[in-house]
Structure formats: C-alpha cells, structure tokens
C-alpha cells in the first residue's frame, strides 16, 4: 500500500511518498502554475522513492492549488493534513503552529488527533512567510540572515501588522539610522506577536509543533519559541507536514 | 432519497421582486404611500396601520459600494455602504419609490450614516435604547408613539387602535408562518437548502401584499413537508448541519452560505435578522398595541443592546432545536458589535454546549473566497 500527499501552496509545493513511513519526499517552488508545480514536484517524489505513477494507490492534494490538480483521488485541507502529518511527527502534539507563504495558522489538536478548533490569519500578509519576504528584501538579506541578526539583539518596535505600512515604517526606521540587528528582530518580534494573538482565540496546548517554511531557520525557531514560553517541536523538514498528512489521510482511506 | 426537485413555489418566491415593482407603481399612482425600512427594530405594524406600504431597501450588494465609499470611510461595514450606495446612487427601486424612510439608531456606523441618508429622503429616526429593561422600555415606548406621530402627520392620516390591532394581527401570521417554514428544516436531512430558504425569506420582504405572502409561505412549508414524507432532499443524514448567526445576510451577500452548501454542508437555522431572530416571538395582542408593539421589537437580541444575552441563549436554543453539528459566526468587517461579541459568543457556547465554533470575517466582495474555501472546508471535515 502507497500513498502520495501533494500539498500546492502559495510559495512552494510539496510532496511525500507514504507507506507506512516516509519513503520520499520533493520540494520546488509552486512559481505560476500551480497544476504543473503539483505534477512535476510528484513526478520527482516518484523518481526519488523509484516508483512509477501505477504504484500509487491513492493520491490526495491539499494547499491553495488542491483545486488545479486533475490526477489526484481526494482533496483535503491544508488543516486537516496539517494535525494528521504534525501527529505522525510527534504524537504528542496538540498545537501546531503553521507559517506559510501566504498564511498562517494555529491548529488544536484533541487527544485522539482530530481537529478541535482552528484559527487562520486574516486574508493579508500579516504574519505569514510572504511579510518576512517583504521585509527581508527591504534589508537586502536572505531569511537565514534575519534569523541570525534578530538574535541576540534588542527589536525595535515596529507597529504596523499590515506588510504595506510595516514596509514604510521600516522604510523610516532605517532613515533614523537604527541598526539592520534591531530591525530584523523587530520584524520577528512582529511575527511572534501575531501568532501569539492567534493563539488567544484557541486552546495553545503543549507539545506545540511548529512547521512551515519559517521553521527552517533555527533563529527564528529560537526567539517565537521563547515568546511562547513553550518549547517547540520542529521537524526536520517543517515544509512537508501537510503533504505528509495529506499522504496519511490517502494511506488510511486505502 | 437524494435529489433536487425543486418545489413548484420556489420560482413564485423569485419572481417576488419582480412582480412587486409593477404592483407598487399601481399602489402610488392610488395615492397610497411607500415606507422604506432597513432594519429589523422597525415596527411595520404601525407603517402599515397608516395605510402605508412597509418595504425592505436594498443593502446587500457589493455593486454600489464603490459609490458609498465617496462619501463614507472604506472600513466601514459593507452593509451600511452598500445601503447607502444604493440610495445615493439611485439603484434601490423601492428606495426611490419610498415617501418616508424610517431608521433606528442601532450601530455608530448605521445611525451616522442616516443623517446622510436624511438629506436625500425624508427620514423618522427611533431612538433606540440599547439595554432592554423596563426603564429602556419606557423610552422605547415614547419612540415608537413618536413614529406613530409622525406618520399621522406626514401622510395626514389618523391612526385608531383598532387599525394597530388589525396590522398588528397580520404581522403575527406572517411570523408565524415564517416561522413554520423555517422549522421545516429542523427534519433530518432537511427538505430545502439554506440558499433556497434565504431567497425566500429575503424576497418575501419586498412583496407588499402581507395576505398573499403568508399564503405563498404556507404553500411552500406544505410543499416542502410534502417532499420529506416522499423522501426528496438535496441532502442526506450526514449531510452536516449548520446553524448560521451574527450579521444580516440576503441575496447578495450570501457567499458563505454558498460556500457551505457547495461543500457539502446544509445551513438548517439562520439566526440572523431576516430569518430567525424577527420569528422567535409575536406582538402581544392582548395588550395596549403600541405597548406591546414596543415590547416586542425591543426585546430582539440584536449586537446592539448590551448586554446582549438573549442572543446566546437564541442561538444556544436554536442549535438544540434545529440539532446542528457546528455553528458559524458571519461577521462583516467594520462591524464591531458583531465582531466582539464573537468572542463572547464562542466562550458561552463552549461552556454550554461545546459545539464547533467557525467565525468568519468578511465583507460582500469575493476577493477572500479561496480562503474563506480553505477554513470552511476545514471546519466541515473536523465535524464530519
């Protein structure tokens, strides 16, 4: 029995080969097409776990660009994919805290695993993967840079949730000659400060597991963890939980 | 059973808005006169008393935004700019057929948006008290003779008790029967789709003929009751079953609804204005009518009044009733009452009932609909 999970987001596309365990997994960006990111990032899954298309029992799509995607059996969301992949991970979990490009959310898991309560940001920016992009390219640094200079320095206080205003307050904090350290973990503080509002309007139990492309910089990882006061799970690779969910919902339904 | 067979009446009910046009131009040229209304605390008993015809306005479609937002800040509720952008921009029929306009002073934003509406329409403004104690009655009560008043003077007409009475008797069938129709979804799996019940119940406000509407919207409950003994439903028994609350919601602003339904949801119990909340009780008729009239309307648990608790104990009943999976929570951007009181909402319902609980922001345009897919659709799979 093998499943795939196919997880079309707005930045990038994912996907995992499931059969009991992770057999393969691809990332690439999702670009403008999000039907030909979806069949390409699969067909390369596929090459990586040595499997042909006919060995795939059942294919689930999830993510923004489920819709756009002809070959698959099932579509589930991002959020019912995101507690089953979270669980798989760590089955301790009872929060996940997701930050993708294009949104952000916070998951309440019950104990036996099913989705208790859920909450996304609204439909801006604010708080997602795409404001930190922004931001980053403002102060001509990669992420991997602003997750290493927002640690360990004092954030300056920037005000603006809205990526727009930020950028411009950003854009004035610079003119006044405040140090690029005091920016960037300003700008994390702001993305803290987001998700922990977030998580007022639903129950944040621990293990808290924290997955999405933001999760791959350690810095970041630090500093929202300490903001939490919670220590938290992150994956090795916190960019497949959903399609790795995603491959388990596929896998259970076989 | 699973299919669609669309009651015969259904397209009776979508041919209202059309129908009613021809027959209010007929009603003015005999001199009666049109009394437009926005608002669920507007007593049409006593418009009607008057001889007059009450009628709904226009306010529920993106369309005239664009036109309100010359004049009104844009993160105001779209409710209240659409309603206004229909009125400036001439767009309302029964907006322009309207002598009177009469408005209470629920919201900041609705009540100051009616002193605009004041310089294109003659306007009656209601005080309304937002607390709904004896005290609070009183007033209210003063308000309401105050209307009455004014519609006296206005159309040089004198309104007796017994007019009251007879007005007042006729709103309380057509609740009834409003009600009736609506309970009709209370079967498991309901007969009619939350889309269908809404077109109905919205396009019934714009019929001027209050006896031909309880007529039509008991044939319909008949219809529907009819089709559930044959086993005829757009739905199945784990079809999951939404009771829907917060905001106003009609034609036109239905996208979650839509979304709802389209995703294999069935919304059985609209709590809001134009559905429920206006049925849950009648004008008392054994009392002195503008008193009782004043009672009634008072009492609706609008985000207005504060507090507010007998709107979560409607919707805590109602969830019971209607025996609902899940509750959503519409809320318009810019709408703070509504969009606070969510907060309080959800808590209460925890304690109480501990039903899933989805509230959604949003406004009429559908530029979040992908995403609003994404968190109904999610809170679909978490109670199936």
């Given at each position: 029995m093998i499943s795939a999970g196919i997880d079309v987001g707005s930045t990038a596309t994912k996907v995992v080969i499931f059969d009991g365990t992770i057999r393969s997994m691809a990332i690439a960006p999702t670009g403008w097409n999000p039907k030909e990111a979806g069949r390409n990032v699969f067909n390369e899954a596929l090459i990586k776990a040595g499997l042909q298309e006919r060995d795939i029992d059942r294919i689930v799509g999830t993510g923004y660009g489920r819709v756009s995607l002809s070959f698959i059996d099932k579509k589930v969301t991002e959020i019912t994919c995101h507690a089953k992949g979270a669980r798989f991970l760590f089955p301790q979990t009872r929060t996940i805290i997701d930050i993708g490009g294009q949104d952000s959310k916070v998951i309440a898991v019950a104990e036996d695993g099913s989705v208790a309560d859920f909450i996304m940001n609204d439909k801006?920016?604010?708080?997602t993967g795409r404001f930190l992009q922004v931001m980053t390219g403002i102060l001509d640094i990669t992420l991997d840079e602003l997750g290493q200079m927002a640690s360990g320095s004092k954030p300056a206080s920037i005000n603006s949730m809205c990526t727009v205003f930020a950028e411009s307050e950003i854009i004035g904090l610079l003119a006044q000659e405040v140090t690029k350290e005091a920016i960037a973990s300003g700008i994390v503080q702001t993305i803290a400060n987001k998700m922990i509002g977030l998580t007022s309007r639903v129950p944040c139990l621990e293990e808290i597991t924290f997955s999405g492309g933001?999760?791959?910089?350690p810095e970041i990882c630090a500093i929202l963890s300490s903001v939490f006061g919670a220590k938290f799970n992150i994956p090795d690779q916190p960019q497949i939980v959903g399609a790795l969910g995603a491959a388990i919902v596929g896998f259970e339904t076989i | 059973m699973e299919s669609k067979m669309e009651p015969n009446i259904l397209s009776e009910f979508e041919n209202l808005r059309a129908k009613s046009i021809i027959s209010i131009l007929a009603a003015k040229e005999e001199g009666r006169k049109v009394v437009g209304m926005y608002c669920?605390?507007?007593?049409a008993e006593i418009i009607m008393a008057a001889g007059a015809i009450p009628i709904s306005l226009c306010g529920t479609r993106q369309d005239p935004i664009a036109v309100a937002e010359k004049v009104l800040p844009r993160n105001l509720c779209p409710l209240i700019k659409s309603s206004y952008g229909f009125a400036a921009a001439g767009t309302c029929p029964y907006f322009n057929f309207s002598d009177l306009l009469i408005a209470e002073t629920t919201c900041d934003g609705k009540k100051k948006m009616y002193e605009l509406l004041s310089d294109l329409k003659p306007l009656h403004l209601l005080q309304l008290p937002q607390k709904q104690d004896e005290e609070a009655l009183q007033y209210w009560y003063g308000e309401v003779i105050k209307m009455k008043d004014r519609l006296e003077a206005e159309f040089s007409v004198t309104i007796t008790d017994q007019d009251l009475r007879e007005s007042i008797q006729l709103m309380n069938e057509e609740r009834r029967a409003l009600k009736d129709l609506q309970d009709i979804a209370k079967l498991k799996p309901s007969p009619i789709s939350g889309m269908d019940l809404l077109m109905a119940l919205y396009n019934r406000g714009f019929s001027i003929d209050k006896k031909e509407v309880v007529v039509m919207v008991d044939r319909l409950t008949l219809e529907l009751k009819e089709l559930h003994r044959q086993g005829v439903?757009?739905?199945?028994?784990?079809t999951p079953r939404i009771l829907l609350t917060g905001v106003p919601v009609g034609v036109g602003s239905d996208k979650v609804v839509q979304i709802i339904e389209e995703n294999g949801g069935n919304v059985v119990c609209f709590e809001s204005c134009g559905a429920y909340k206006g049925v849950v009780d009648q004008v008392?008729?054994?009392?002195e009518p503008l008193l009782a009239i004043a009672e009634k309307y008072l009492r609706t648990p609008c985000s207005c009044m504060s507090p507010n608790t007998a709107r979560f104990e409607l919707v805590e009943r109602l969830a019971d009733e209607f025996n609902v999976d899940g509750i959503v929570d519409l809320t318009w951007q810019g709408c703070h009452t509504y969009n606070i009181e969510s907060h309080s909402l959800k808590k209460y319902l925890q304690d109480k009932i501990n039903l899933p609980f989805l509230q959604i922001e949003t406004d009429y345009?559908?530029?979040d609909v992908e995403q609003l897919k994404v968190r109904i659709e999610a809170f679909l799979e978490m109670i199936s």
């Open positions: 801006c920016a604010a708080g933001v999760a791959n910089n | 669920l605390y507007s007593p439903t757009p739905f199945n028994t784990k008392d008729e054994a009392k345009s559908e530029s």
